[in-house]
């Protein structure tokens, strides 16, 4: 039997959206999905615009645009004549910056202010943010820094980036001067802003951190152990597992908690989604970086079925009537859990999928809520989305009542779970050993 939901049902009923109309800027995100689905389940009217004819949310709504969401213009004309009541986007900061610039033309809600926006979305100015307010960050080295001759003081391996892309694309590992340089401009290409940030490559076990905004109530909802593989030399790791609640929760609210919603609030936001990416070094967390959105790792889909409430849900009732939900989250949130959660994540090497096999099979396992592929048979896992998020080949999302009982259901699911290339060999990349849930 599936695990059931809490105070309220995954997909809630919303009689405030009844009628509405939502323009969505891209389609091909699991969460697109999502977002046209719960709205198509409110009796809104849901068009999805993207320059991709087949996008999966383009299959459920009610009408789609075949135009790129980089014309703005454009966008801007068919919406006053479409008379949206709404405009938001799934997971993509693109997408996302282009949906507030819709709203700031029509008049609309958008749950994010510019300043805020700009200032959260940039690595750097983030973590001068959290500086500010005596947030431990990852240390990052000037890029000038490296030109100086005879230079002894950078601890290497370091670690390039852009301060503003997000999906682990344009990262890089780089073990001396050398590299850095090599790959500075790779990096930079990646960067709307034409800036990078090198940082201390970091080892140590990884948390995420999520909050929901609702009425400039600033509220931690979960926290999760990210577990990554390390199996592609000269690639950053890329998440394997997300284990809630994390083990440092505890620790988390004692120690930093007050200052991250203090910090926040201090910057005037009102209302939204944020989710934070930090390691844990002795015993402490270090942030790196940080989404004001909704994330790619869907973990609302764990949050509605542990606690009740879904932050996705709650972003489109605000991008249609200006307003996160009718009810205070505050009655449900409880970052912790009662049960345990699961988010199992699998990365397939890059070429073309021939056979992905046991999907109804993990789905039918007691505990599990979902089975959330990224891709289907047929399609190519590029070569360039190696060391990137679009190696994730599907999610798949599951509850326990104890660690034990989720450790057993994670091995029915990575035993069933096989994506096969056209050529009959295995794509997957190593898994979670789900041994680490009792260190």
Request: glycine share 8%; proline share 4%; net charge neutral.
């Amino acid at each position: 039997m599936k695990e059931t939901g809490g105070c309220f049902k995954t997909h809630a009923k919303n009689a405030s959206l009844k009628g509405k109309k939502l323009l969505l800027l891209g389609g091909t995100s699991a969460a697109s999905f999502d977002i046209v689905q719960y709205a198509k389940m409110n009796n809104v009217y849901t068009i999805v615009v993207d320059y991709n004819e087949f996008s999966p949310a383009k299959q459920l709504a009610d009408e789609s645009w075949l135009i790129s969401t980089a014309d703005v213009d454009k966008i801007i004309e068919l919406a006053k004549k479409a008379g949206v009541d709404g405009v938001f986007a799934g997971i993509s900061e693109f997408n996302l910056e282009r949906a507030m610039t819709v709203c700031e033309q029509l008049g609309l809600p958008f749950y994010a202010a510019r300043e805020q926006w700009n200032l959260l979305s940039n690595k750097y100015s983030f973590k001068q943010l959290c500086r500010n307010n005596n947030i431990p960050v990852i240390e990052e080295y000037p890029i000038n820094q490296f030109k100086s001759e005879g230079r002894n003081d950078i601890e290497f391996p370091v670690l390039i980036k852009p301060v503003d892309s997000s999906g682990g694309r344009g990262i890089h590992i780089c073990a001396n001067i050398n590299e850095v340089f090599a790959n500075y401009e790779r990096s930079l290409a990646f960067s709307p802003s034409k800036q990078v940030l090198v940082e201390r490559y970091m080892t140590g076990k990884e948390v995420a951190i999520f909050y929901v905004v609702q009425d400039g109530e600033i509220c931690l909802t979960a926290m999760a152990d990210r577990h990554t593989q390390h199996t592609q030399n000269g690639i950053i790791p890329l998440p394997v597992a997300y284990i809630f609640p994390s083990k440092h929760l505890k620790t988390y609210q004692e120690s930093l908690n007050a200052k991250v919603t203090a910090m926040f609030k201090s910057i005037g936001i009102r209302n939204g989604m944020i989710f934070i990416q930090s390691f844990v070094e002795n015993g402490e967390c270090i942030f790196y970086e940080m989404g004001f959105r909704l994330t790619g790792t869907l973990e609302y889909k764990i949050l509605a079925k542990i606690n009740g409430f879904n932050p996705m849900e709650m972003m489109v009732n605000y991008a249609l009537t200006g307003k996160m939900n009718e009810t205070d989250i505050r009655r449900y949130v409880n970052p912790n859990f009662k049960k345990w959660g699961c988010n199992v994540t699998f990365l397939a090497k890059p070429g073309r999928i021939g056979k992905i096999i046991g999907v109804s099979e993990a789905a039918s396992f007691p505990g599990v809520i979902e089975v959330v592929p990224t891709y289907k048979e047929g399609d190519l896992i590029a070569a360039t989305a190696l060391g990137t998020l679009k190696q994730v080949v599907m999610r798949v999302f599951a509850i326990a009542i104890t660690k034990k009982d989720l450790g057993s259901v994670m091995d029915m699911i990575h035993n069933t779970i096989k994506v096969i290339s056209e050529n009959g060999e295995n794509m997957l990349l190593p898994t979670f050993d789900t041994q680490e849930l009792f260190e």
